[in-house]
């Protein structure tokens, strides 16, 4: 059934719904209390250079990272918004060492993990910036969740998304089963989200590379083959790709979600405090992914295994990361397949 631009993300989720006739409606009101934080978080964005929240909280997360005051307010307002909507069973932070559980009394049977606020290293020079998030389905019996509940494989989540703070605020989504990737812009004038980008498709063969370039002196062979390839000339002496690096992980996604292009996060030889990659799996990789392939993307780590595949062992479990258009994916694989 085709989408109208124009209704309402509500209206859209309940539509969703509707298709599926074993649905209890209760992931339904986990993506509407989600909505209605991020209309929270995207209200202080805007306003924060006037209600004083640029800059350093003074304090630090699990990953030894100083935290934003934007990103503390981010994450202290989905941490209110979910524990009691009665839907999530326990949920995961990027910023919190552990799980965070749900207040007694709101057990639900979903689990939540998030990224409060992506890229906020560029908050104070207003770069682009975003919320991820990522549903599963709970497995453990009792009333509050487990661990176990968060560590489940990308290939398992029920639904993801992330909300991009930028000259506009947009949600893209998916819930996966073919259901689609779906974008919708805030108007602020209403307080609602509206469709703007029905049935996101990522073009299969891509215009742009996103890759951090100043580590190139430390990229292991089949990386730096792989980006030479791309750099090569035509047969027309013109440069087959551009590069785009925003360094702020939801805003490269997004670009490249709508107008074709890959990203990469790859290992490489100076961070040897983490060798399996930097980005998180369960926070960005995992959810980013399940929109790419959704999308008619692809998703691997940089020694060629399907991000969605993995199965977590930690909260914080680190990735390599390639996705986006499946033309350039597939052709990455196969460089890493030959390291």
Known sequence: ?????????????????????????????????????????????????????????????????EV???????????KRRMEQCGYVCI????????????????EGKYTLAFDPLDGSSNIDVNVSIGTIFSVH?????????????????????VAAG?????????????TGHGDGVHGFTLDPSVGEFFLSHPDITIPEKAKYYSVNEAYSRY???????????????DEQGERSYSLRYIGSLVADFHRNLIQGGVFLYPRDKKSTD??????????????????????????????????LDIEPKDLHQRVALVIGSRDEVALAEEYFKKG
Do not use: C
Request: hydrophobic content about 35%; cysteine-free; proline content about 3%.
């Open 274 to 307: 983490k060798p399996d990659g930097k980005l998180r799996l369960l926070y960005e990789a995992a959810p980013l992914a399940m929109i790419a392939e959704e999308a008619g993307g692809m998703a691997i780590t940089d020694d060629g295994r399907r991000i």
């Open 137 to 157: 389905r709970r497995k453990s019996e009792g009333k509050q969740g487990e661990m176990s509940d968060l560590l489940q494989k990308g290939s398992e989540q």
């Open 162 to 174: 992330y909300i991009i703070y930028g000259s506009s605020t947009v949600l893209v989504y998916t």
């Open 219 to 233: 990229w292991h062979d089949d990386t730096t083959a792989y980006i030479d390839k791309l750099k090569d000339m």
């Open 68 to 78: 934003q005051k934007l990103d503390d307010f981010a994450n202290r307002t989905l």
């Open 1 to 65: 059934m085709p989408k109208r631009k124009g209704i309402t993300v509500s209206r859209q989720i309940m539509d969703s719904q509707q298709t599926h006739p074993e649905a209890t409606g209760e992931l339904t009101g986990l993506l509407s209390e989600l909505i209605v934080a991020a209309k929270i978080i995207s209200a202080e964005v805007n306003m924060a250079g006037l209600a004083g929240i640029l800059g350093q909280s003074g304090k630090t997360n699990v990953q030894g990272e």
């Open 91 to 106: 949920m995961g932070s990027e910023e919190d060492d552990g799980v965070i559980p749900v207040l007694d009394g709101y």
